[in-house]
């Protein structure tokens, strides 16, 4: 990876992405640092690679008017040296902090900016990872049908790159999305899919989305009992990890599949009168 005529050692730099993705944050903000230290020993100038392990760490702590800030200098650094992947990769953080924030107006646009660089300079992550977040925006804004060709599309990239836990991820999405249009077959069929692979992975945080989306099935099916020893699950995890949005999703959830429980016990007691 170029970064202003220096070259970024790629496995430290996936390491700390991979400690981000896993919810490490000190270790990815230690990971950084020192190969910030390294390229400043080396005589090197630094400045975008520290902007977006900052602007990135940032976010993930909720910091998101500091965290664009660090963004748009890093892009108009990247823009400024014609570093066109490293641009669109920018983007495709900074959209994915803007969804974070429900502004799916301003992800939506990012995700396409980077589609538009990653379709002129190519790259299976750039492109993979656009469409994903597309279809991410209109799937969460209950846009199914419209979503679906969307990660689709992202799909056939993730599978041809052979990225397993990529491949899960959109699965997860698209179960949303089937489930949404009514096929709860489907959606448990990709599911189960995505479980085993998280599972296998050790994914912690992808794990229990798909355990509370697998609960979601059962609930909307109307076996409340089994949503709730799914929702339980993902909230372990959750506690786990230490994930205060899903904790308080989760536990929303638990308590959503109790009151059907009781709204049901009061129907059967009605009609029994």
Same mark, same amino acid.
């Given at each position: ?71 748009? &200098? =890093?892009?108009?650094?990247?823009? $400024? ?5 490293? !641009? +669109?990769?920018?983007? %495709?953080?900074? /959209? ?49 049908? &419209? =979503?679906?060709?969307?990660?689709? $599309? ?5 599978? !041809? +790159?052979?990225?397993? %836990?990529?491949? /899960? ?64 699950? +993902? ?39």
């Amino acid at each position: 990876m170029k970064l202003l005529g220096l070259t970024a050692e790629p496995a430290i730099a996936e390491h700390a992405r991979e400690r981000m993705r896993l919810g490490d944050l000190v270790g990815a903000k230690t990971t950084a640092e020192a190969e910030i230290q390294r390229l400043g020993q080396e005589g090197n100038t630094p400045e975008l690679w520290r902007l977006r392990f900052r602007g990135a760490y940032t976010g993930f702590l909720g910091r998101n008017e500091a965290a664009h800030n660090l963004f748009a &200098e =890093a892009e108009s650094l990247a823009r $400024e040296a014609g570093l066109r992947k490293l !641009e +669109a990769d920018v983007y %495709l953080t900074r /959209a994915f902090i803007f969804f974070r924030q429900k502004d799916y107006v301003s992800s939506d646009r990012l995700f396409r900016a980077a589609l538009q660089i990653a379709e002129q300079i190519g790259g299976w992550y750039l492109r993979g990872q656009s469409f994903w977040g597309i279809g991410k925006n209109l799937m969460i804004q209950e846009h199914y049908q &419209e =979503a679906i060709p969307w990660l689709n $599309e992202s799909l056939v990239i993730f599978e !041809e +790159a052979n990225a397993p %836990l990529s491949i /899960a991820m959109v699965w997860s999405e698209l179960a949303v999305c089937h489930l949404g249009l009514g096929d709860d077959t489907k959606a448990m069929e990709l599911l189960r899919k995505a479980e085993r692979v998280n599972y296998d992975s050790g994914v912690l945080h992808n794990y229990q989305v798909v355990l509370a989306n697998i609960g979601n099935i059962y609930l909307h099916s109307g076996d409340y009992l089994t949503s709730i020893e799914y929702y339980r699950r +993902a909230l372990a995890l959750a506690r786990e990890i230490k994930d205060p949005v899903s904790i308080k999703k989760w536990t929303r959830n638990v308590n959503l599949a109790y009151a059907r429980i009781r709204q049901s016990v009061n129907q059967a007691n009605r009609v029994c009168r």
